[in-house]
């Protein structure tokens, strides 16, 4: 797809220390869903995801495994871009930040900041922690540790500084100026309260390893990783090649999508870059919140971190996403429980949408010789219906706008509701024995009102809204959002046979207290 407004989304790159989990593939789903979206609304979409390699985190994890850390993140790169293979994410590009093209950004970027007077040397003296990969000041510790409980050691080093405090002033003026900067509201009012705080001028560079991008002119210092990871965003559209047809077309980027413990890097310092050389900031960055298991924490020491392949073998793909994206208010924390899962697979998608399409495809199929069939003038319950299936889109629109995922399926899944009372209402199985002509126009009124349904929930269930598609044999080209109103069921065409899209989920242990 070459036309449209563009729209450039991108997921964190995430670190390479560790194999992945249901919370990267949390923050990669819903940045698929809005991809989707947006190229089913005729956008011109460029999705970014991939993996963030250097630093003092990964070269420890190498070292822990024996291996050169080159070799280690190929290894373990490897794992995340399978992650996206599984999780059936549709990303136009992979960035690794090992590979040439990054090295050649970051040093370009690094060299604006120098002639532009934003980076000088001095000395730092102060706690790092390697696990948030981030600074301390003596006073944010608590209890000997970072505020977010990790480890610290104290660091002194020759580094280089970025003039970090100089901008405070300027983001303050533009967060004011782009009220839909930081997402959602809460951990905006978060970030100015700590911008208005005060800012100290930030290290970024580090000499006492060498695992991460040399500084132009002075190789002993390696990039301070945060600056190298954020930078990702710009490589991928062709930094430093600012004329190209990538970078105007993509740059600045309409939305990071982030988890809230990364809100600062994204929401302070990355703008500060930015702008201190020239360029423009993203336009939004969104921070969604924190997935527990059952209860708990996911950690290392209580070994409850759920690889997203185990979930995808218990319960599909498609019931997956759905879940992840209609369970938790987007942006708020929330629990995975097996339990959950299966109230949401049985409860709204065998129940509700796949129960109404099976019906309704098995009764147009039996009494209707599987042809769609021909509507006689509508009645104000058919238009009621039907009106609030075209609500949909307009409506799907403003909550995906806002990163609202449950609201928009909350929406759809009210119009599932709705259907299933014109059912019981209208009773086609009794108009079959006594008025065809009736029977016909209801049919076709719910067929018209599941085919808006299906190709809105494309994007949350790539693999399940197709099949549900073909059974209304529609092809490609009748899928996309133009065709919601452009492209009105056809009476007479033949339908396949129909077949349930939407399994219920039978517990194995049903009756344990599983
Ligand atoms: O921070 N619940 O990478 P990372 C929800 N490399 N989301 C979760 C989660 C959970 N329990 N756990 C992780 C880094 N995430 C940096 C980013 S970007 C320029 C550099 C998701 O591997 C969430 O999106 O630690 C979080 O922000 C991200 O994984 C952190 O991934």
Redesign the pocket.
């Known amino acids: 797809m070459t036309g449209g407004t563009p729209f450039y989304i991108t ?5 390479v ?2 194999a992945p ?4 593939a ?2 990669t789903v819903a940045c698929d869903v809005l991809a989707r979206f947006m190229r089913l609304d005729g956008r011109r979409v460029k999705f970014l995801t991939g993996t ?1 390699e250097h630093g003092q985190k990964v070269a420890k994890s190498a070292r822990e495994a024996g291996i050169d850390p080159q070799e280690f993140c190929d290894r373990v790169s490897q794992n995340f871009r399978d992650m996206t293979r599984l999780m059936n994410i549709s990303n136009d590009d992979f960035i690794r930040t090992t590979e040439a093209r990054h090295l050649r950004s970051c040093q370009a970027l690094w060299q604006v900041l120098v002639e532009r007077g934003e980076i000088y040397l001095g000395t730092f003296a102060g706690w790092y922690s390697v696990r948030d ?1 981030a600074f301390y000041e003596d006073g944010e510790l608590v209890n000997g540790k970072a505020p977010t409980g990790a480890e610290v050691e104290w660091v002194e080093e020759e580094n280089y500084f970025f003039r970090l405090s100089a901008w405070q002033d300027r983001l303050l003026a533009f967060y004011d100026a782009n009220p839909d900067f930081i997402a959602p509201r809460s951990r905006r009012n978060e970030v100015v309260s700590f911008v208005k705080g005060g800012l100290r001028d930030l290290s970024v560079s580090r000499t006492s390893f060498s695992w991460g991008i040399p500084v132009p002119d002075d190789p002993k210092h390696v990039m301070y990783v ?1 600056l190298d ?2 930078n ?2 710009q490589t991928a559209v062709d930094y430093p090649d600012i004329k190209s047809e990538e970078y105007s077309t993509f740059w600045p980027a309409d939305l990071h ?6 809100i600062r ?2 929401t302070v310092y990355w703008p500060a870059f930015l702008m201190a050389a020239g360029l423009a900031p993203p336009k939004r960055v969104f921070a ?5 298991v059952e209860g708990q924490k ?1 950690s290392k020491s209580l070994g409850n971190f759920i690889p997203p392949a185990r979930l995808v073998e218990a319960y599909g793909v498609d019931a997956v996403r759905y879940f992840m994206l209609r369970e938790l208010p987007f942006g708020s924390d929330g629990d995975f429980s097996h339990r959950a899962v299966l109230g949401r697979i049985n409860g709204d998608l065998a129940n509700g949408l796949g129960n109404l399409a099976q019906r309704v495809l098995s009764m147009i199929n039996r009494n209707c010789a599987g042809r769609v069939p021909q509507p006689a003038a509508l009645t104000a319950a058919d238009e009621a219906l039907l009106a609030t299936a075209r609500g949909l889109l307009p409506r799907l629109r403003a909550e995906f706008a806002e990163q609202a995922f449950h609201r928009g399926l909350e929406a759809v899944w009210q119009v599932v509701g709705e259907a299933d009372r014109y059912v019981d209402e209208q009773a086609p199985w009794v108009l079959a024995k006594s008025d065809r002509e009736r029977m016909a126009t209801v049919l076709y009124t719910l067929a018209e009102t599941i085919r808006h349904i299906a190709i809105l929930v494309q994007p949350v269930m790539p693999d399940a809204a197709g099949r549900l598609l073909d059974q209304l044999a529609l092809g490609p080209e009748a899928r996309d959002f133009a065709s919601l109103a452009a492209r009105p069921l056809v009476p007479g065409t033949l339908l396949p046979k129909p077949v349930g899209v939407f399994p219920r989920h039978i517990e194995e242990r049903e009756g344990k207290g599983g």
Do not use: R, S
């Open positions: 997921t964190p790159i995430y670190y220390n560790d989990h249901i919370g990267h949390y923050t963030d990969e945060w990871a954020l990702n965003y999508m982030v988890g809230k413990d990364i890097f994204h969604h919140g924190w997935w527990t996911m």
